[in-house]
């Protein structure tokens, strides 16, 4: 019974949910587009729109430690006594970031398009590097060698892309690509000879640092057709020793 009296209504003209929400935009004086005329959403409201692409990374790599190289309290008997205390790593940090924007022939590319990509890179590398001989006591030796080497490498590179691109002279491009680089080494090299007894000939005992340090970044800003093009792209690369 219930089912046949829904069935009668209809039969008899009474409107559907469609039809109801076209009256009722018609009412309004919405006939032309308006909400509720069609039951669905006007799309010229995106000419007051805001559209935003952002992207950003970072990267970071810290690395801490000691290398070294201890003779202590020993009795040495030979011609030829090597000490050494090595560091040739490689430590590194990229941080890339990429932001795009693109719009073709639509109420869209009327918009106000903001791209930002920003991207930072942070190298830490803090270690010590050690080549020590200390109260021993060494007899006819012919050469004694103590050396510290430090030649590691340290990079850091931060790369920032940002695009905006739209179809005619339409709307407002924001581009802005930022990066930043930083390197942070610390620590000391040192070739140590400390209260030894020493029987023999000669003796070379040295610490030398041949580190190798880069830091860069890459910025590119960039819009295509609009009405207006803003581009800002800025890059600082920055080295520390201690």
Do not use: C
Not at 177 to 191: L, R
Request: proline share 0%; charged share 10%.
């Amino acid at each position: 019974m219930l089912g046949n009296k829904i069935n009668d209504k209809f039969k008899s003209g009474q409107p559907n949910a469609q039809q109801a929400a076209n009256q009722a935009g018609n009412a309004a004086g919405n006939a032309n587009g308006g909400a509720g005329a069609n039951a669905g959403v006007d799309n010229q409201a995106a000419q007051n729109q805001l559209n935003i692409a952002g992207a950003g990374s970072a990267a970071i790599n810290i690395k801490s430690g000691e290398t070294g190289s201890l003779i202590s309290n020993t009795k040495i008997n030979a011609k030829n006594i090597g000490v050494s205390a090595n560091d040739d790593s490689f430590n590194g940090s990229w941080a890339g970031a990429g932001a795009f924007n693109f719009f073709g022939n639509s109420q869209a590319a009327k918009n106000t398009n903001v791209a930002i990509g920003g991207a930072v890179a942070y190298s830490d590398n803090s270690k010590n590097v050690d080549s020590i001989i200390k109260n021993s006591t060494i007899n006819n030796a012919t050469s004694i060698k103590n050396t510290a080497t430090r030649d590691d490498s340290d990079v850091a590179a931060g790369f920032g892309l940002a695009v905006s691109t739209n179809s005619g002279n339409q709307g407002n491009n924001v581009d802005v690509a930022i990066s930043a680089s930083i390197n942070f080494v610390e620590g000391d090299t040192h070739a140590l000879l400390i209260g030894n007894t020493v029987k023999g000939g000669s003796i070379k005992n040295k610490a030398s640092i041949g580190s190798l340090q880069v830091a860069g970044g890459l910025d590119i800003a960039g819009s295509s057709s609009g009405g207006k093009g803003f581009n800002i792209g800025g890059s600082a690369a920055a080295s520390k020793i201690y």
